[in-house]
């Protein structure tokens, strides 16, 4: 059983491009969740999805950051006109419930480099 | 507001010797908290979790926790380190909104020197 797969695993972009991640889900996994990692900081929560829904998207910034979790295919998260600040570690996390007793299974992580 | 602190930046131990990593958390209600580890590279990896019962937790690797609720903590423990457990360290609690979100700490580098 393949865990969670995010590619790809480094990216480089450079100011004002758009940076896509992606992150597939481990086998059974309906509920996916993006964090983001600065360098020297803990993991911060950005969004949280099921299929179709995005369930809670406190910690996403309120402009040029986007997620989707589609019926089909991985979910994406959409960074758009990147700046230097986007860059950091883009981690995934599945599971196959939600609930506060669950454990969330992390995939290796995106690490965006904005030029 | 929920929150988690790890007061220290890095712990540095001796083969061999007992580590502790320090956790001290900020809830509303019942806590539910977590301890993940992240090699250099990687994703962060499940160690152990505590959501009701005994206070101490055992979890992979030969790592365990206690929960203190007077002192609202949750360290992490191994009786010997081994070099191979050198690595970042982050506590987390559950967000109480159900949602499986977790809030983490800063992070606790480990390095055990042989």
């Known amino acids: 059983n393949a865990g969670v797969m995010q590619n790809p695993r480094h990216l480089v972009r450079r100011r004002g491009q758009e940076a896509r991640l992606r992150c597939s889900p481990m086998k059974g996994h309906s509920h996916v969740y993006w964090y983001r990692q600065l360098p020297e900081e803990g993991l911060k929560f950005m969004v949280y999805l099921q299929k179709e829904n995005i369930i809670d998207e406190s910690g996403m910034p309120k402009e040029r950051f986007s997620a989707e979790f589609p019926k089909e295919g991985p979910s994406i998260l959409r960074i758009q006109q990147v700046v230097r600040g986007d860059s950091a570690a883009y981690f995934c996390?599945?599971?196959?419930?939600?609930?506060?007793?669950?454990?969330?299974?992390f995939g290796s992580g995106t690490q965006l480099s904005v030029l | 507001a929920q929150s988690v602190a790890q007061p220290e930046d890095q712990v540095n131990v001796a083969e061999g010797n007992p580590l502790t990593v320090k956790c001290t958390y900020s809830v509303s209600g019942n806590p539910y908290l977590f301890w993940y580890v992240q090699y250099p590279n990687r994703g962060l990896q499940f160690l152990l979790k505590y959501i009701t019962g005994d206070n101490l937790v055992k979890g992979s690797y030969g790592f365990e926790a206690e929960f203190n609720k007077s002192q609202t903590s949750f360290h992490l423990k191994k009786p010997s380190a081994l070099v191979s457990d050198s690595a970042l360290y982050f506590c987390?609690?559950?967000?109480?909104?159900?949602?499986?979100?977790?809030?983490f700490g800063q992070g606790t580098t480990l390095q055990v020197k042989p």
């Open positions: 996390a599945s599971s196959p419930t939600t609930g506060r007793n669950e454990k969330l299974f």
């Open positions: 987390a609690v559950m967000s109480s909104s159900n949602t499986g979100k977790l809030i």
